[in-house]
């Protein structure tokens, strides 16, 4: 059984009440209004400087402690998704077509929990808490927008933590990767043109369907045998928009996708190679191939000081046998754009009750979690920030 805190079981009901209540009024990313506004109004309870409108309804909050010394940073993201509830707890989304599908409404929750028993004990604190609330997670660009608004602008940050909850794992577990902890994200966007014709006499045209088909398969080849095999990356082309009727050879076909990779120097070696195999295929089919990139995010690095730190937490709060070691996860998360500017630790929380199997996955319109999982992750963010701070 977990190990929480007596601070943090005298706050669980409250952060319970706070999350379905933010769980009730989901707001889609650039639009957490609300969201922002209570955040800001609780962490201005609780003695913290609050700046706010960072990236539009971005937030942060500074704690002084008690006696000098380091700045910790404590990040959780605050939007939902466009997505239609379809759970029937008496809590569920209030705004149609939005839902909290992936755990933000938990994560600022968890944050603003944390935020409140790091208050209550500021004087013996070693040093600094730095709060940041952050927008459009799900955009991947609210992240580089709080940067851009000058979020970290007069704070000296030495490390930096953040949680997802996670049905993956059972509730009472905490998850923690050395290193890559997620990919980096690239939205891919390809083009092939020829000439359109009829269907019925191909000869006349070029086309550019059979083109593109050569190319989806042989661009997997760059994962079969241009990534190296100890190594990861994921390739996926997932949208075509072509033709018009069923009888006519388009002139042109649009493929979408994305591309998924760990190792920063490895991603920029098969952007380069989706750029050439799009192109020599197409050339070799007398068509034309134009493949646009666009970034949205770096890996999630996890810094091997931070995470030991956070890994030593995370054992104190539910045993040390009950911290997961997995491998990094393929999903993407734009807290590495702060990860680059601070060392820092991404971890996750499990939150699947023992019945389910199999457990709704995020992302889902029936996602749900162990609410009984929270306590545990206010309790690592607090034990993680305070031995951090402790740490010479």
């Known amino acids: 059984m977990p190990n929480i805190s007596p601070e943090i079981q005298a706050l669980a009901s409250d952060m319970i009440t706070l999350r379905r209540d933010f769980h009730r009024h989901p707001e889609l990313g650039g639009q957490e209004v609300r969201t922002a506004g209570i955040v800001a109004q609780r962490l201005r309870s609780l003695g913290y400087t609050v700046r706010t409108g960072l990236a539009k309804t971005g937030v942060t909050g500074f704690l002084k402690g008690g006696k000098s010394g380091k700045t910790v940073l404590l990040r959780a993201d605050m939007d939902a998704l466009p997505i239609q509830e379809e759970t029937d707890v008496p809590w569920r989304s209030e705004t149609p077509g939005v839902m909290h599908a992936c755990g933000h409404d938990t994560h600022t929750a968890m944050g603003l929990t944390a935020a409140a028993a790091l208050a209550g004990g ?178 999630v690095l996890n810094d091997p000081a931070v995470t030991r730190i956070a890994r030593e937490a995370a054992a104190g709060v539910v045993g040390a046998d009950r911290v997961i070691a997995p491998p990094p996860l393929t999903g993407s998360e734009d807290a590495a754009y702060f990860w680059q500017k601070v060392p820092g630790c991404y971890a996750f929380i499990g939150t699947a009750r023992p019945e389910w199997s199999p457990a709704p996955s995020i992302h889902n319109s029936k996602f749900d979690i162990d609410e009984s999982a929270l306590a545990v992750g206010a309790d690592f963010l607090v034990q993680a920030a305070r031995r951090i701070l402790q740490t010479p």
């Open 122 to 299: 500021a004087q013996s604190l070693s040093g600094n808490v730095f709060f940041v609330f952050q927008p459009a997670e799900e955009l991947s660009m609210g992240a580089e927008a709080m940067l851009r608004d000058g979020a970290l602008e007069g704070v000296r940050v030495d490390a930096a933590l953040a949680v997802h909850i996670m049905n993956q794992w059972p509730t009472g577990t905490i998850a923690i990767c050395d290193g890559p902890a997620m990919a980096s994200a690239d939205k891919l966007m390809l083009t092939v043109t020829g000439r359109g014709g009829h269907g019925a006499t191909p000869h006349h045209a070029i086309d550019p369907v059979v083109a593109s088909a050569q190319i989806i398969t042989a661009l997997q080849t760059l994962i079969s045998r241009e990534t190296p095999p100890l190594e990861a990356a994921i390739l996926s082309i997932t949208m075509l928009k072509a033709g018009s009727a069923f009888n006519i050879i388009p002139d042109a076909v649009e493929m979408t996708g994305t591309f998924r990779c760990f190792n920063p120097d490895l991603r920029e070696r098969l952007l380069a190679g989706i750029t050439r195999i799009a192109e020599g295929v197409a050339a070799s089919f007398r068509c034309a191939a134009q493949v646009r990139n666009e970034f949205l995010t770096p890996a």
